[in-house]
């Protein structure tokens, strides 16, 4: 892989999508054991999943990793912690406001 060229790689998936009272999310398991690394991008081929409330989807799908450059990968590593550090910038109090 060089250094500004992104290498693709298609991989079988599992997708679990769950809309119910005790758990709502979305987790995509790789079959082949294929690792995410930061900067990666993931997009799962297929109609978007839809469960009604109280219903849990699992659908066998295919994915297509695109791998960040060495370049990418290491801006994302010493950008990410700035990024969550936005996130803890707020709070949920009791305060009233005059």
Do not use: Q
Request: hydrophobic letters at 45%; a negative charge.
């Amino acid at each position: 892989m060089g250094i500004f060229k992104k290498a693709k790689e298609t991989v079988p998936c599992t997708v679990e999508v769950s809309h119910r009272f005790e758990s709502l999310h979305a987790h995509v398991r790789f079959d082949n054991g294929a690792v995410v690394h930061p900067g990666d991008e993931v997009l799962v081929h297929g109609a978007p999943i839809m469960a009604a409330y109280g219903e849990v989807i699992v659908e066998r799908r295919t994915a297509t990793i695109t791998r960040a450059t060495p370049i990418e990968r290491w801006w994302t590593r010493a950008t990410g912690d700035l990024g969550f550090m936005e996130l803890c910038e707020f709070s949920f109090s009791e305060e009233l406001m005059a």
